[in-house]
Structures are given as C-alpha cells and as structure tokens.
C-alpha cells in the first residue's frame, strides 16, 4: 500500500508563485518516475512535467520557463515551484508516481490563478 499526500495548492494572484509538494509513504520499493498532471474544469488531464530517476526532466511546453520540478529520493519527495502563475493554469493539480509497473496518484490539490 502506497500513499501519496499533496500540499501547497491555493488562491493566487497572475504572476505570482506556489509550490507544491507530494510525499510518498508506505510500501515503497523504488520509485521510477514522479509526474505532476493538471485538469482544469471541463478539460482532460494533462502532463505538467515529469522526472526521471536520474533527474531526467520533461515539462509541457506551456510552463516551460516558469515551473520547476525537484525530487528527493531520501525522502520519496518530489516538489513542483510554479513561478509568474497565469489564470490558464488554474486546475486541480495531481502528483503521479510510478512504482515498478504501477502508477499511484495523489488526491489532487486545487490551485486557482485569479485577480
């Protein structure tokens, strides 16, 4: 059994920060890949970004520039810094975690971009 917990979403101003971080616990032999995805109202899931073992990154084009991911493997952590936010980016924000063949998913946090 794996748990994943989420934290960090909220209500922000355009152009401004938030960090989000997800920490895994339980039965956890070897985490592979950690992924953050978004879904905004009435839009499928989507890839944010994601990193690799080896710290191998891969962000969507659209927060290129302005997200960082960061993983601590010591602590099954991995973290997303979200820098200059915009309204688009609004959404409920998944933290994803692949253990062998399986992938885990966090319970979402929402994150709201508004004036």
């Known amino acids: 059994q794996v748990q994943l917990v989420e934290s960090g979403g909220g209500l922000v101003q355009p152009g401004g920060s938030l960090r989000l971080s997800c920490a895994a616990s339980g039965s956890i032999f070897r985490i592979y890949g950690m992924s953050w995805y978004r879904q905004a109202p009435g839009k499928q899931r989507e890839l944010v970004v994601n990193?690799?073992?080896?710290?191998?990154?891969n962000y969507a084009d659209s927060v290129k520039g302005r997200f960082t991911i960061s993983r601590d493997n010591a602590k099954n952590t991995v973290d997303l810094q979200m820098n200059s936010l915009k309204p688009e980016d609004t959404g409920v924000y998944y933290c994803?975690?692949?253990?062998?063949?399986?992938?885990?998913w966090g319970q979402g946090t929402q994150v709201t971009v508004s004036s």
């Open positions: 994803n975690v692949q253990i062998g063949s399986v992938a885990f």
């Open positions: 990193i690799s073992s080896g710290g191998r990154t």
